[in-house]
């Protein structure tokens, strides 16, 4: 799919709040959208899955089943999940058992609780983004976008969330996504994009040889020998910590044998660029 000049404004009167956007999202690919509030993210979003037109320029090559997470899901009403999801697959096509049944496995994968049977306007915030993922889930897309999905979910549905989106791709779809927390952002992506001024800008590639900074602090029995693992910047302080930087694909087999030295994690963080 391509964004070729893309420029976008609310109404003839609003400035521009994207301008000039080149942007090629390719078969396979996880492409994180990253930026301050306000930037033009969601905009950008609701671009590539056709919900907005662009007020100049074009977007080609759109797949055909495109899922959407919005921002915020609107749905609290007296349906339940299992009624919303069954309905909407059928919508999309999907007969009324095949629905369900696919339905009922995203909540199950999802671990939706709160009950699939009561009204959708009863369950907590975290719960209705399973059911804004599943949505986005019940014909496999060919298109994925998705708005801040990881709001609101607790640490096992990240995970969940993660392995969905890694099988979209797998199967040659196309996901892209935005997160506040770049870090988040970075981590599910292979690589990112920068919308700030109206602008969308390559962010790096991210990939396993990308610099990874290590903090271990030593907790071993014993005064604290010098460490001898790979990748040292700076030897320890005073607070007994010392700094590594490492290529991410190093990174479990580095804390594996450290932890096993003595030396316990103090921090974990992507290397700033
Ligand atoms: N439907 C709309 N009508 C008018 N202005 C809009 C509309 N949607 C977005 N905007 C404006 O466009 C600009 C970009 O908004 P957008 O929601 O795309 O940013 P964002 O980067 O996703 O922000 P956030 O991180 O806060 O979600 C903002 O100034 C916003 O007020």
Known sequence: MRLEEVGKRYGLRGGWVLRGVDVECRAGEAVAVVGRNGSGKSTLLRLAAGLTRPTRGTVTGRPRVVGYVPDRFPPAGRMSATAYLTHLGRVRGLGTALSAARAGELLDRLALSGGRDAPLATLSKGNTQKVAVAQALLVPPGLLVLDEPWSGLDASAHEVL?????????????????????????????????????????????????????VLAWRGSGPRPPAALPGVRAEPGPDGTVALRIPRQDTDALLLAALREGWSVARVTEAAR
């Open 162 to 214: 993660a392995g969905l989106l890694a099988e979209v791709t797998a199967s040659g779809g196309t996901v892209l996504f935005t997160d506040h927390r770049e870090a988040v952002a970075r981590t599910h992506a292979t690589r990112s994009l920068h919308v700030a001024g109206g602008r969308v800008t390559p962010y790096g590639e991210s990939g396993p040889s990308d610099p990874v900074d290590v």
